[in-house]
Each structure stands twice: as structure tokens, then as C-alpha cells.
């Protein structure tokens, strides 16, 4: 039996045996082609998870960077452990739920990597002097102005990075335009924040559309930081931390260099998508969703399979390097990419394009798996994911959910 | 405290009190203004779902149909019972789990309205005897085959519906196809299976762009199902129920003729994109997400919300109607429209367009609400739904999750 536990406004299911992968439940070690694995399911090669953990934690180390890898891939306590080769270490996260979850858990050192608002404050204070470190992130005068009055009515001090745009013209402030020098000097001169760093997201890697784009990208990206942290140097402003992370950039960089911290968090699963920019090969894709054909249409070059919207999410993929590239890469199971095109996703049915001879190949009852365009959004669809190793499940994670 | 209970492949939290509108928790009775709701949040106006479920029930009954709406949309007790005026009454599922939960809680009519495939039968034939009527969905010989074979095991007898395919061509058989007749015939024949009627969805209707174009599909639709049923009945197969439902197509219908029995279902809460097409007028649309503003950036027109893809999903709008619809209507907190573009959605960030004065009005902190483009895909995104009236929350409802 599972426990349930509540605390602050997130819910999750603890495993009693999280740390280990002893699952004594049904559905364990039976292979992932009997029905009692009900479809559609979310399947995790952990073989290929800790290959992609244990990559990414050592250019970490080689560059003498600190690895502070973003958990909102996975949100979940083992992945996040095996991140850190089986310890707890500093995260990123992208909700205070997943804030709340992990320093639960004993990861004790986060930065929360989404501008905070004013409503947020409450919350972010309750959970600050629990851990050793929680960094939040700013970047307007808004924000400072909602932090100086928290801190004016005697409540917490908070450590921020001020996070600069590099590019993806997203959140950020615009490291050459002189408000933003204005900013990060009110920043180290007030007394109600911490001013740790500096942060940026090379989010706009995700339109590149080979390995050479994505490298000039990462190029970008520390640059940004560093211009900044140079003309700030010049005014006096010193020890600031430069937080750099993307997973394409983080990828085609052989080493880490001109930045102190890495926050990747994508390629621990990677998928579709990274494949096809070429953060990765599809084989190193660790995630896919488990599906049954439950129809066949050879007249019309149609099959059905039991994953829909709900089971993959509608993320379009990348459809700037392959306009045909649908809502993700059909397999068997044993992950062998398949001459069929996902093409259409209502709620609960996904429809492939195929020809005659394939669908004849794969009746009503086969099952397939698909990887997915976009694992983050994929694996939020579900409340628990089936681990697997050659071809059998052998434990059972669950992400923390919601905000 | 709630109660977690787990039964079958599907787990729910159930509230002391579902059926009424009391909640004593934290977050009831404030305002959706209030921090302690926390951001992003899916809102429900309870008096609106209330009369979206009137109207369309009203019309079934004048119309003299059986009423099975489909409750994927929602996916809650609550909304189920007031789909039927408080009452429970024969529902249309899209999971096994949704069959399982709703069984569980008194909807003992079921149409579980996607194609059956083998894998599924023991946990079908599982629930089927627990309730009065459990429909199965069956497009294919392969499928049939399936089900004999379960039969000759000794095993459950299922009512089953073939599946027509009225233009939309996803799922269900041609109507105008030999083989579908001779599918048909062997339905009726066999000791294997109870044949109980011909089912379509008409969800070509997604496609139209207006009323008239809606209303020429609603004429497929029902004419696809009684062109086929004539032929049966010309081979003396007689007493099939024809079952329709689409959203668009119940809409723009005056009353229901030709056909025995209607199953919409996004009527309940509608969304932007049945306004967009015509379905509904934006004032019908029961759901939103409430986000806050966490960054503005005049000089890029731009301004950020927290409501990503997690909190809305990615599906693309009435894209064929409206190119640059986005990803929501963003409204404030009045639900009056707003002159801003929600155009890109990353996990947790939604980056808003807006011109410079829009977004001096609606400074960091500020409340919005985002009416979705497709609410059945929003609503799954949430663990719980907060319940409005007059802008305050006033319960708490928990869908049904998984498969």
C-alpha cells in the first residue's frame, strides 16, 4: 500500500522504498508487453537515464562548474538522485511545489528559476529556513520593490539572481541596455536581498537546427553573462555567481567554460526534439509512451493506438527541422523507430499514418511505443512512470505534481 | 483531511462531501484575487457549467433522445450530477479508469466510446457485472475475433456498439463499404457479443468555421448512421440504438432528429475554441486558468504569466479560423477580453504580447484569467478544480486521472 502525504499545497505518493528499485506491487517484473502494464503507459529505460545522468555530472566536474541540474524533466526524488550519482545535490526547479517536494527530501540547496511574484512571497519564506539555500530569481524593479517591502515588515531576506535575456527574449533583462546595470546595482546595494548571480536560459537553442547552430547559441549565452558580470566588476560589484543552462547548449559544448553553474535538466530523458536538433541521438532517448493499436484502417493508411493528447501532450515537435515530424517517433518495442508518422492526437486516441503492408504488421492488440516531442510535457502527464530494464518494469516513480 | 482510496488501475481523492458545495479547507470562501489561491489555478463558474448542462439536457428531452454525455471533459462527480439536473444517468467514458471511478459512484449506464482492443477485455469484463450496462466500442473483425475468443473461454458476453466513421475518418468503419455491413452482420450473429447499435462522432465538426459548416457535418452525421441502419434493416437486423455526439454538432442543431441518442460533452465547461467556431459565444465558457503576472517588458511587448504549458496545454486553437489565436483568451478577472496575445508557452512561463500602455496596466503581481482553447485538455492538467461564484472559490472538485 501507498502512503499519501500532504504538505503545503502539493500532494505526492511515497514509495516506501524510493531509494531502492523494490517495487512490491502489481505490474513489477512482468515485461512491458503483458496487458497487466494497462496502456497508455510511461516508460523509463533507467539503464539509459543514468548513462545521460552520469555524462552530463561529469563535463560538470571536469569544468570545474558547479552542477545544479533542473528536476521539472522529471520531478522526481530518484531521478534526482541518480543526477548526483545516488546523493542529493543543488537543483533548479521550475514550481514551489517541486521547492517544497525536494527540500522535503532532503535536497537542501534550490533555486526556484522562475521570476517571482509578490504572491509567491509567503510561501517562498516558509519554505527558506528549512534548507540551507533557496535562491529565487528577479528581474524588475517590480520584483525588488515587492521583496524591499516583504523585507520592511520584518520578514525574510531573500538570495536572488537577477536573470539577464541572451537572446530567447523570454524572461530577463537586456544585459547592453544601461536599466539593467541599474537594477543589478540597486540589487547589491539593498539590504532586503542577497544578490548571489547572475542566471540565463539559452531557451532559443530549441530553434536551432543542427549541432553548429546550438554552439553558437551557447556562445550567446555565456557571453551574455559574462559582458555583464565585466561592466559590474568595473562599479564595484563583485562574486556573482554566472548560472548558464539549456540542454541543446549544454550538449554540443565540449567543455563548460566562462560560467561557475550548469543547470540542464532535459537531458536526463532527453527526446524527439533534442534528437532532432542534435543534442543527441535518439538512442539516447530514455523515455516513451507504451501503446496498443486498437485499430486498423489499411483502406484509409490509418492506424489507431490508445495514446492521445493526454497520454503524450500536443507539443508540435520539431516541426522547423522536419514540417512532418508529428507528435512523435512511433517504435516497436524494442525502440526501433517504425515507417509510421503520428499525425493527429485527440484526448484519447493518436492516429498514425502508415501504409497497407505496415498496418498488416501490426494488428489490433500490437503494442508500440512512442517517443515523445517533448519528455518535460510528456511525463507531467502522468501520476506515476513505469521504470524498465530489458524490456520488463521493475519499479514504479512518482513525480511530484502540480504548483 | 481527504480520504485517498485506490481501486483498480485508477486512484481518486475523494471529499467528505462532493455532493454538496461545502469545503472545509484552506483557500474556500476567499477571493480569486487572494494569494492563498495559489497561481496558476483552473477556475470553474459553477453557474455557468450549471446552465451549459441545462440547456443541452433541456434539448435532449424536448428532443425525446436518450442523454448519455460523455464526462471526459470534466472527468468529475460533481459535473456528471449536474449533467443530469443532480441526478446520476447514463454517461459515455473515454478511460477505463473513468468507467471504474464512475461506476464506483452510481453512473451504472456506461458507453466506454473508444475501440476496445484485446489487452483491455479481463478489466472490462471486471466492471461489467458490477453495473447495469457496460457498452463496448468495436470497428474491426480483429476486434471481434478478440471477443469471441474471450467468449469461448467461458468469459463475459459484451454489448457492444460498431463504430461508424460519419466523415471524420479516425476511428469506425465506412458506412458505404460492403465489409461494414458484412461486420455488421456478423455482430448480429454472433452468440459472442450483444449488438446493441451503430456510434459515430462527428469531430470533423472541429474543423468547420462557422454555424452553417457545423450544421452541414451534424447532416453527416446522423445521416451516415441511418443510411447504414436502413441497409441492416433491409438484412433484417433491426432495433439498433444510432448514437451521435459532438460538441459543434448538439450546438448548432435546433432539436436532435434521426437519431436515438446523443453524447456531447465539451458543452459543459465549452472553450475558446467552440467560440471561435461558433459553437458557443465566449460568455458560455465556464473555465479558465488564473495566472499572475510575473514580468513585463515594455520594450519588447511583451509581459510574462505564470501559466505555461502544464497549466494550459499546448493545443493550438481554431488556428484554421483565427492564425494568430494563441494559446488562450487571455480576459482579466471579470472575464472581459483583453488586447493581448498569449503566443508562447514553455513549461512553466506563458509570454503574453501586448503593446506597452496594455502593459503598464497590468503590472507584475496582477491576476488574469486565460480562457482555454481546449478545455478537456486544460482541466486534465489539474488534480483539482477550484469551484467559483461571484469570484470566490467555493469548492474544491477532484477529477478522476490516468487510465
Known amino acids: 500500500m501507498m502512503r499519501t502525504h500532504s504538505c503545503g499545497n502539493y500532494q505526492f505518493c511515497n514509495s516506501p522504498a524510493f531509494h531502492s528499485y523494490e517495487y512490491n506491487s502489481p505490474g513489477m517484473n512482468v515485461s512491458i508487453n503483458n ?65 517544497e517536494f525536494f527540500a522535503a527530501h532532503g535536497f537542501d540547496d534550490i533555486t526556484y ?3 517571482i511574484s509578490p504572491d509567491k512571497l509567503e510561501r517562498t519564506a516558509a519554505l527558506a529556513p528549512t534548507i540551507k539555500r533557496l535562491n529565487v530569481l528577479i528581474d524588475s524593479f517590480e520584483a525588488l520593490h515587492a521583496l524591499e517591502e516583504f523585507h520592511r515588515q520584518g520578514r525574510s531576506v531573500f538570495h536572488v539572481f537577477l536573470k539577464i535575456d541572451c537572446g530567447y527574449h523570454r524572461a530577463g533583462v537586456d544585459p547592453d541596455l544601461p536599466e539593467s546595470l541599474q537594477l543589478a546595482t540597486a540589487l547589491a546595494n539593498s539590504s532586503a536581498v542577497h544578490f548571489e548571480g547572475l542566471l540565463t536560459h539559452a531557451g532559443h537553442s530549441y530553434h536551432a537546427r ?64 533534442q534528437a532532432a536538433i542534435g543534442s543527441c541521438e535518439l538512442s539516447q532517448c530514455a523515455v516513451s509512451v507504451l501503446a496498443t493499436v486498437i485499430a486498423g ?15 503524450l501532450s500536443k507539443d508540435a515537435g520539431p516541426d522547423h527541422v522536419d514540417a512532418e515530424c508529428g507528435f512523435g517517433v512511433v517504435c ?63 519499479a514504479e516513480w512518482k513525480p511530484v505534481r502540480g504548483w
Chains 1, 2 share one sequence.
Open 332 to 394: 516497436d518495442l524494442e525502440l526501433r523507430q517504425l515507417p509510421m508518422k503520428l499525425k493527429v492526437l485527440s484526448q484519447e486516441h493518436g492516429k498514425v499514418e502508415a501504409d497497407a503492408e505496415t498496418i498488416a504488421r501490426f494488428p489490433v492488440g500490437t503494442r508500440l511505443r512512442i517517443l515523445p516531442n517533448h519528455s518535460c510535457l510528456t511525463a507531467a502527464m502522468y501520476d506515476a512512470y513505469r521504470v524498465v530494464e530489458n524490456g520488463k518494469v521493475i
Open 297 to 311: 484502417y489499411p483502406q484509409r493508411g490509418n492506424l489507431l493506438v490508445d495514446a492521445g493528447a493526454l497520454a
Open 35 to 99: 496487458p497487466e502494464i494497462t496502456t497508455p503507459a510511461f516508460l523509463v529505460e533507467r539503464g539509459i537515464v543514468q548513462r545521460n545522468s552520469d555524462a552530463m555530472r561529469e563535463k560538470a566536474r571536469q569544468s570545474g562548474v558547479t552542477f545544479r541540474p533542473h528536476v521539472k524533466t522529471h520531478k522526481t526524488l530518484e531521478v534526482a538522485r541518480m543526477q548526483f550519482g545516488g546523493e542529493t545535490g543543488p537543483v533548479t526547479v521550475s514550481t514551489l511545489a517541486e521547492a
Open 210 to 273: 543542427n549541432p553548429q547552430e546550438i554552439a553558437a547559441i551557447a556562445r550567446e549565452e555565456t557571453s551574455a553573462l559574462t559582458r555583464f558580470q565585466y561592466r559590474l566588476t568595473e562599479r564595484g560589484i563583485n562574486r556573482l555567481v554566472r548560472s548558464i543552462g539549456s540542454t541543446p547548449t549544454a550538449c554540443v559544448v565540449k567543455r563548460f567554460d566562462d560560467t561557475d553553474e550548469v543547470r540542464p535538466g532535459n537531458y536526463v530523458f532527453f527526446d524527439a526534439y
Open 113 to 115: 528559476a522562475v521570476p
